[in-house]
């Protein structure tokens, strides 16, 4: 297993959960983004519950809103189908009792904030390019990999 340190570095413990729509969207992609995608090649990627939803309203709007076409979809469907993505099997009531405090202490949505408590976990560190999510996440403590608002090398 391979992961992305704030040095650059290949961390070969540790696992993350990610936030990946920004692969899907041809005017979002970025080098962090692609890094991350590089580091994920042979990794298992915890994710919240929420993350395939997520990722078909993602798909959805960008339809919708003719941003994206069928090739587009269909690079980011073959990304994701090697993606080793995990879904988090938390109980509800779990969700309730871990998540909820942070969205509230960190002035998330719940659904950051369900990325948060996964990266609160030990060995896994979080992806993401949300400057709000990301900052959360240096205040609570949570391993980042190489942050977006990181100066490039």
Same mark, same amino acid.
């Given at each position: ?78 990304? @994701? ?6 879904? #988090? *099997?938390?109980?509800? %009531?779990?969700? +309730?009792?871990?998540?909820? =405090? !942070? $969205? @509230? ?6 659904? #950051? *904030?369900?990325?948060? %408590?996964?990266? +609160?976990?030990?060995?896994? =560190? !979080? $992806? ?8 959360? *996440? ?5 391993? +980042? ?9």
């Amino acid at each position: 297993m391979k992961w992305l340190t704030k040095d650059g570095a290949l961390d070969r413990d540790c696992r993350g959960c990610l936030r990946s729509t920004a692969w899907c969207f041809p005017d979002e992609g970025s080098d962090y983004a692609d890094k991350v995608l590089v580091a994920l090649d042979g990794v298992s990627v915890p994710v919240p519950a929420i993350w395939s939803l997520e990722v078909a309203n993602g798909i959805l709007v960008g339809e919708r809103s003719r941003r994206l076409h069928q090739p587009e979809i269909q690079r980011f469907s073959t990304l @994701r189908q090697n993606l080793s993505v995990v879904q #988090d *099997a938390q109980p509800a %009531e779990e969700n +309730l009792t871990n998540v909820l =405090p !942070l $969205a @509230r202490e960190y002035g998330l949505s719940a659904y #950051d *904030a369900a990325y948060l %408590e996964i990266s +609160l976990r030990p060995s896994a =560190p !979080l $992806a993401t390019s949300d400057q709000k999510l990301e900052k959360a *996440a240096r205040r609570a403590g949570a391993r +980042l990999l190489a942050s977006v608002s990181d100066p490039p090398r």
